[in-house]
């Protein structure tokens, strides 16, 4: 039988209706309040209270070292980021109709880590809004309506993001105009991934030529992390890029999950493929968890789209947001986070690939930075996802005292995306905390 598929927000989520015994009062309280679109983690959710760097403190007291918040990029309440939020706040914070020196001095900065090329910005205030305008963008210029995805994506919560986001999707297909390809995996493509890539981009191009459609856009999260991380060959990117571009489409490169220094050579993932996006979108670790996102785009579209429509948002790039974005910029640059990324993704990639020598579960080990992914499969065989192992992995971690999430399509590849400011100590308790873990799994 073939593995079963998983929907992105049932990975690792509390089953309210497997719950027995005494109830907890908080829990019980968040079912009545969110009903069915409650997504909590764990086989038993954890009230969290307090945060710093990379540690999380729930009420009992106990400590979790979080490798699964990739909001809190530069560390969880930043005592700089703090203190840039408050001061801004204290002082003026208004929308982006008068002018304002914090916000040009941030979009400048924000402007100078980018190719030169993408001479607008636009913010927001969630990375669905940021791809949401992406997608308007990329159909008002080039007239077309079919976007390509992976098969696993996911892009957002609006109507138009969810009907790109296949991870999303828990029963009905995706609509007629998206079409989606499988993951430049390694298990689909072999050694060939970059040709075999861009042979499934022609492909889609085709089928939304046959639809009527056309080809709007090709977006994706330039390191794949719902698909289960896929950073290599660098440059495989390039090649599936220029098909779209010659059937007149444009590239969006998603950078919600890998932007901001976390694949530890470049401030954006898009970069290790050598590849020039027309649109940048942009969020989560943008304001370190205050809730601010952007679309990057040349002058020309933005041009274009807006002699059709107007775009305001009344929260997003207002003075507090640009103060959060700026100090996170500034902590990158200072404390050097894109090193530290760089030298502590390596050494858990290096502790990754010894445990995998003495633990055939795990079968691959993949990523850049602090963006790894790391396979889990029955009986160390590539081809038999083990979504159980992987729950019961996720579960014996969180008893060790740390935070990971699943991805891919089958659910079984840990996701690890810890602060940038993870220590090699640190990286340490994790790699131990699993090597326990694994000696204690089936
Ligand atoms: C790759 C990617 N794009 C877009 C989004 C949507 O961002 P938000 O939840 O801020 O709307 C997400 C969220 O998980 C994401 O992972």
Same mark, same amino acid.
């Given at each position: ?33 969110? $009903? ?31 490798? +699964? ?28 109709? +008068? ?43 080039? $007239? ?9 994506? +996911? ?36 050694? $060939? ?38 950073? =290599?060959?660098? $440059? ?5 890029? =220029? ?64 002699? =059709? ?126 090597? =326990? ?6």
């Amino acid at each position: 039988m073939p593995p079963a598929i998983r929907q992105i927000l049932d990975m690792n989520a509390f089953d309210a209706s497997r719950k027995s015994g005494p109830g907890n009062p908080l829990l019980e309280r968040r079912l009545q309040n969110f $009903g069915a679109a409650s997504v909590l983690f764990y086989r038993s959710p954890i009230e969290m209270v307090r945060a710093r760097g990379a540690w999380m403190v729930a009420e009992n007291g106990k400590q979790y070292l979080d490798f +699964y918040n990739n909001v809190p990029s530069v560390g969880h309440c930043h005592p700089r980021v703090v203190d840039a939020i408050s001061d801004q706040v204290a002082t003026l914070n208004i929308h982006t109709r +008068y002018l304002t020196r914090v916000v040009d001095d941030y979009l400048d900065a924000l402007k100078a880590t980018l190719p030169g090329h993408l001479d607008n910005l636009l913010l927001s205030c969630t990375g669905s809004e940021a791809n949401d305008l992406a997608l308007r963008i990329a159909s008002t210029w080039t $007239g077309n309506r079919g976007f390509i995805v992976t098969e696993t994506a +996911y892009h957002g919560n609006t109507l138009a993001t969810t009907d790109i986001s296949p991870a999303a999707l828990k029963k009905n297909p995706l609509p007629d105009h998206v079409v989606a390809i499988p993951p430049p995996s390694p298990l689909v493509f072999e050694d $060939g991934v970059a040709q075999g890539f861009a042979a499934a981009m022609a492909k889609a191009v085709a089928t939304l030529d046959r639809r009527g459609y056309g080809v709007a856009a090709l977006i994706c999260d330039s390191i794949f992390s719902s698909d289960g991380v896929f950073s =290599d060959p660098a $440059g495989f990117l390039a090649d599936a890029v =220029d098909v779209v571009r010659q059937a007149g489409g444009l590239y969006i490169a998603d950078e919600v999950q890998p932007g901001f220094a976390r694949t530890g050579e470049c401030m954006w993932g898009f970069q290790r493929h050598a590849v020039r996006p027309d649109l940048v979108t942009m969020g989560k670790p943008m304001g370190n968890g205050f809730p601010m996102a952007g679309v990057a785009a040349r002058a020309a579209h933005m041009n274009r789209f807006c002699e =059709d429509v107007g775009y305001f948002n009344t929260f997003g790039g207002n003075p507090v947001a640009a103060a959060a974005g700026q100090a996170v910029l500034d902590i990158i640059r200072e404390e050097r986070l894109m090193e530290n990324a760089l030298n502590v993704g390596g050494q858990i990639v290096a502790g990754l690939n010894t445990l995998r020598a003495s633990h055939p579960v795990i079968t691959a080990v993949r990523g850049c930075g602090l963006f790894i992914g790391t396979d889990l499969c029955a009986d160390g065989d590539p081809r038999r996802p083990d979504q159980s192992i992987t729950t019961d992995v996720i579960n014996g971690l969180k008893e060790r005292g740390v935070l990971i999430g699943a991805a891919g399509k089958y659910g079984n590849t840990l996701k690890l995306r810890p602060p940038l400011c993870l220590t090699a100590g640190e990286a340490n308790i994790f790699l131990n905390a699993l090597e =326990d873990t694994l000696g204690q799994t089936r």
